[in-house]
Structures are given as C-alpha cells and as structure tokens.
T-cell receptor
Framework: QKEVEQDPGPLSVPEGAIVSLNCTYS??????FMWYRQYSRKGPELLMY????GNKEDGRFTAQVDKSSKYISLFIRDSQPSDSATYLC??????????FGTGTRLQVFP | KAGVTQTPRYLIKTRGQQVTLSCSPI?????VSWYQQTPGQGLQFLFE???????NKGNFPGRFSGRQFSNSRSEMNVSTLELGDSALYLC????????????FGPGTRLLVL
C-alpha cells in the first residue's frame, strides 16, 4: 500500500462546476500538506499548503485537511478550462521528505 | 524574480552512458531538491541539498548522485544509465530548509535508448 493514495482520474467536468480532488494517507506523522498543479510538459506549481486540520481558502481554491481521517481535499469553485491539468497532493513526513500522490488528471470542458 | 531553470530541457542517451543535469534555483533560495517523475511511479524524491550539504536522500541507487555549489546551483549525475532511468527529472528550490514552499523548474526529460 502506498503512503499516499490519489485517484488518477481522469475527472471530466463542465465549465463552472465545483471540483473535488482527494488524497488519503496512511502515515499519521505527516505534518504539512500541499497541492500542486502540473500542466503538460511543465513542472509542478505550488497551489496551496496547510499545516493543521481545517480549511484554507485562496481565491477559487479551498484546501481541506482532516487529520483524524487521514484525508485531504482540494475544492475548485467555478472551474475553468484553464484549470485542466494534473493535480498532485504532497505531504511532508517526519524526516522532512516530500511524498507525492500519483496525481489526478482534471479536464474542464467548455 | 526568475524562476527555477534547468538545463538541458531534453536529452537522449544510450544505456551505459552517464549524464549530468543542471539546476539554477530562484535567486536567494539555498535549498535544492531533485525528483524523478515517471508515469508508473509518479514523483519520487531523489535528494536535497542545503548550503552545499546533502540534507536528505531518497531510495535510489548510488548511480544517482548530486552536488550543490556555493552559489546554490546544483547538478545531478546518473552513471551507467539504464532504460528505466528514462523520466522527467525535476529540480525544486526553496528559501530555507522547509519543503512546504518549494518551487519547481520545468524539468529535464531524459530518454535512455
């Protein structure tokens, strides 16, 4: 079993929809939780990072962490075709290494 | 500020050869990390350097090595290339030792024939 599980998708939604992306993890020692967006042929781009359980909002993006369930989510409101990309969750373990999920491919169609 | 730059962007090598990839971090950033990204395994951590010292290392064989220079630029070397080393190699930089705010470069796509 991988330390971080993420549904690979693809997830296909119409423009304007609310998108929910999720990751589960097994290591309760994970402390920081990040979401990255990766466009084709580009490096990952940091979207958000959170430390504690709860919600963090940035524009159309909301990151949610539930440490008790070992579950994190990224919500995208009013999704746009330009949001079409692969979304990677990542977590930092106690040895300070970054562990990534395999990524979820999102397609937003007009 | 200029972002993280990586050279070369594309590389084709044959089995048994060695390769050196270069990374220039964002100005002022002292930490550089390297990752390998493949369709099957996703993004996997290779190693991290901070102030010219390797601070952390992933689970890769000794054929993968790296170093960091006094200007924070970093290189990674892969010796005795294998077909399975074909991947996108990504470099990321951060200001301090924290991994939570890393910024990635565009990557070097290596194809081993």
């Amino acid at each position: 079993q991988k330390e971080v599980e993420q549904d690979p998708g693809p997830l296909s939604v119409p423009e304007g929809a609310i998108v929910s992306l999720n990751c589960t993890y097994s290591n309760s020692a994970f402390q920081y939780f990040m979401w990255y967006r990766q466009y084709s042929r580009k490096g990952p781009e940091l979207l958000m990072y959170t430390y504690s359980s709860g919600n963090k909002e940035d524009g159309r993006f909301t990151a949610q962490v539930d440490k008790s369930s070992k579950y994190i989510s990224l919500f995208i409101r009013d999704s746009q075709p330009s949001d079409s990309a692969t979304y990677l969750c990542a977590m930092i373990e106690e040895t300070d290494k970054l562990i990534f999920g395999t990524g979820t491919r999102l397609q937003v169609f007009p | 500020k200029a972002g993280v730059t990586q050279t070369p962007r594309y590389l084709i090598k044959t089995r048994g050869q060695q390769v050196t990839l270069s990374c220039s971090p964002i100005s002022g950033h002292r930490s550089v990390s390297w990752y390998q990204q493949t369709p099957g395994q996703g993004l996997q951590f290779l190693f991290e350097y901070f102030s010219e010292t390797q601070r952390n290392k992933g689970n890769f064989p000794g054929r993968f090595s790296g170093r960091q220079f006094s200007n924070s630029r970093s290189e990674m070397n892969v010796s005795t290339l294998e077909l399975g080393d074909s991947a996108l190699y990504l470099c990321a930089s951060s200001q301090g030792q924290g991994q939570e705010t890393q910024y990635f470069g565009p990557g070097t796509r290596l194809l081993v024939l």
